[in-house]
Each structure stands twice: as C-alpha cells, then as structure tokens.
C-alpha cells in the first residue's frame, strides 16, 4: 500500500478537485447536499469559484491519484466540516480521521469551533466523526418532515 499525502489545493488545481468531487458524488448520492447532475456539467470557472468560496479543500492522494477530500467552510464565527468524502478501497485505514483532523486543527488556528451535518442514517460517518472527538447534537428543531434526518455535530478543538 502506498503513502497517503493530504495536501491543500486551490483554484489552479480545480480539475483535480472535480475528479475526487464528482467520484464523491457518484459514490454516495444521498450524502451531500449537491447532486453529480447539479456539477457533471460545470465549467472551469465555477469550480474555480467553489475553491475560492470554501477557503479549505484537502484532498488525500494515493500514487498521486485523489483518494478523499474535505473542506471547511468558515463564516467568521465557526467553521462548517463540508464535503467529506474517502474512497472505498481506503475506508477503516484511518484516512477520514486524518482528514478530520486537518480541519479541526484549521478551525482550531482561527479560534473558532467545528461543526457539520451527518445523515442520520450513515453509521459509519457518524462513528468517525465521534472517535474524532465530535459531539452528537441531534437532529435541529424544526427540521423538516419529508427531509432525510440529518444529525448536527460539533468539535471544540
């Protein structure tokens, strides 16, 4: 098995990230927010813009091909742990937990606190997310009854 290297990337490497991105999404549809059909399609410039948005994208690299991703979100009073996504053949070798832990530290370094939002229904995330030390909220108040359930999560660095 090959090293794995977490590196940051940024707008200049947006063909990079729509690879893991979009194999993301072809893997676990229910998981995201976006859909493959939303991004399948988009030009240069708006992944570019999504990577100018989201001021952390780390993407794992196998053999120098794109195993996993993540992102964080800040929006200057906590950062939001988005986009999470490890490829089969590298679950349970510990990378999600690395990947975690790179944006927690990030959020750390800017004095602000980590959350995210999990389905409900994904076992498997929610685990990793606790042994990375997240905290279990629930389910917000209010959320709406035809939506899947998501859990809120949250990490104080």
Do not use: K
Not at 19 to 30: E, I, K, Q
Not at 85 to 107: M, Y
Not at 116 to 134: C, H, K, P, Q, T
């Amino acid at each position: 098995m090959s090293e794995i290297e977490v590196v940051r990337i940024g707008p200049d490497e947006w063909q990079e990230f729509r690879s893991v991105r979009l194999a993301s999404l072809r893997d676990a549809p229910g998981a995201f927010g976006a859909r493959y059909d939303d991004w399948v399609a988009a030009d240069g410039d708006r992944w570019r813009r999504r990577l100018v948005d989201v001021p952390l994208t780390l993407v794992a690299r196998s053999d120098g091909h794109p195993v996993g991703v993540v992102s964080g979100a800040d929006d200057g009073q906590r950062v939001e742990l988005i986009s999470m996504w490890v490829a089969p053949e590298q679950r349970g070798t510990g990378l999600a937990g690395r990947l975690i832990e790179q944006v927690v530290a990030w959020a750390a370094s800017h004095e602000r606190p980590t959350f995210l939002m999990v389905r409900d229904d994904n076992e498997a995330a929610i685990r990793s997310y606790a042994r990375a030390g997240f905290t279990d909220l629930g389910v917000p108040d209010g959320w709406p009854a035809d939506a899947p359930l998501e859990r809120r999560m949250r990490h104080d660095g």
